[in-house]
Nanobody
Framework: QVQLQESGPGLVKPSQTLSLTCTVSGGSFTTGPYYWSWFRQSPAKGLEWIGYITWSGGTFSAPSLKSRTSLSRDTSKNQFTLQLSSVGPEDTAMYYC??????????WGQGTQVTVSS
């Protein structure tokens, strides 16, 4: 079974860049046709899809976050990463990585809390 684990700082200062890594184990990261997604959840917005990177390296981001989002992967480490720039308090949330896309997630990471505060 595929397992995913998020890692990164739990506290980010306003205007800085949030950077999270998801490490995938138990499966091949480059095997299609899976998408590898980032989501976040907060009381104010509920569950929100941020974007995904495909098994072949293509990236797609939510329109509302696209200008601040960068998605990448390191196939040698079986990891994919999220960078969200110019963060503000509204970016405070539990962040999850997942295997699958919108409405088709088959595996979730346990999540990592990120707080934006000075």
């Amino acid at each position: 079974q595929v397992q995913l684990q998020e890692s990164g700082p739990g506290l980010v200062k306003p205007s800085q860049t949030l950077s999270l890594t998801c490490t995938v184990s138990g499966g091949s990261f480059t095997t299609g046709p899976y998408y590898w997604s980032w989501f976040r959840q907060s009381p104010a917005k509920g569950l929100e899809w941020i974007g995904y990177i495909t098994w072949s390296g293509g990236t797609f981001s939510a329109p509302s976050l696209k200008s601040r989002t960068s998605l990448s992967r390191d196939t040698s480490k079986n990891q994919f990463t999220l960078q969200l720039s110019s963060v503000g308090p509204e970016d405070t949330a539990m962040y999850y990585c997942a295997r699958g896309g919108i409405g088709s997630v088959v595996d979730w990471g346990q999540g990592t809390q990120v707080t934006v505060s000075s």
